[in-house]
T-cell receptor
Framework: DQQVKQNSPSLSVQEGRISILNCDYTNSMFDYFLWYKKYPAEGPTFLISISSIKDKNEDGRFTVFLNKSAKHLSLHIVPSQPGDSAVYFCAASADGSGNTGKLIFGQGTTLQVKP | DTAVSQTPKYLVTQMGNDKSIKCEQNLGHDTMYWYKQDSKKFLKIMFSYNNKELIINETVPNRFSPKSPDKAHLNLHINSLELGDSAVYFC??????????????FGPGTRLTVL
């Protein structure tokens, strides 16, 4: 039973436009959400996060929106750049996991930004 | 200067063999993790160690045995390899084993192929 889902395996956008990556979750106990970015042959790297007590967090070109009632979050990249082309993973954690640091990951969305 | 390193990067072996993957982090973190990325691309936690103590042990066959000689190293030993063990294995580390904003730093991954 996959608790974090990224239903779009891929997304293609034009350079300069907005990229919107979506993530849905089922466990209402999740209280923190993170986005990771992964280039081929490399490990994921942390991008941005949001606490469940907020509905928006912004860092430069990257903004994450959280809709708790819909159990949905999204990552917006504006403007998109060719260097943003990568696989983006959504991840969630919950205090109920007893301070283990356990993260539950989605299956990733491959973003391609065309010049 | 690599933060989280794994060796080997690629590992091709026959069914039934025993193999090990090594992981080292030079970030001074207290917590280390092993993840498996299967053919469906989900990143799933396998194990977590905090200061050499096992704190997460997901439903993983006991053919998989993690070993942490010190808090900078977390090795993964796999006995009697099976075809289904073919995957990319990622090591990660974080400052503390807390839920919430648990930014984890990943190694580049080890692609294991069992023939």
């Amino acid at each position: 039973d996959q608790q974090v889902k990224q239903n779009s395996p891929s997304l293609s956008v034009q350079e300069g436009r907005i990229s919107i990556l979506n993530c849905d979750y089922t466990n209402s106990m999740f209280d923190y959400f993170l986005w990771y970015k992964k280039y081929p042959a490399e490990g994921p790297t942390f991008l941005i996060s949001i606490s469940s007590i907020k509905d928006k967090n912004e860092d430069g070109r990257f903004t994450v929106f959280l809709n708790k009632s819909a159990k949905h979050l999204s990552l917006h990249i504006v403007p998109s750049q060719p260097g943003d082309s990568a696989v983006y993973f959504c991840a969630a954690s919950a205090d109920g996991s007893g301070n283990t640091g356990k993260l539950i990951f989605g299956q990733g969305t491959t973003l391609q930004v065309k010049p | 200067d690599t933060a989280v390193s794994q060796t080997p990067k690629y590992l091709v072996t026959q069914m039934g063999n025993d193999k090990s993957i090594k992981c080292e982090q030079n970030l001074g973190h207290d917590t280390m993790y092993w993840y498996k990325q299967d053919s469906k691309k989900f990143l799933k936690i396998m194990f977590s160690y905090n200061n050499k103590e096992l704190i997460i042990n997901e439903t993983v066959p006991n053919r998989f045995s993690p070993k942490s000689p010190d808090k900078a190293h977390l090795n993964l030993h796999i006995n009697s390899l099976e075809l289904g063990d073919s995957a990319v294995y990622f090591c990660a580390s974080s400052h503390v084993a807390t839920s919430g904003n648990n930014e984890q730093f990943f190694g580049p991954g080890t692609r294991l192929t069992v023939l």
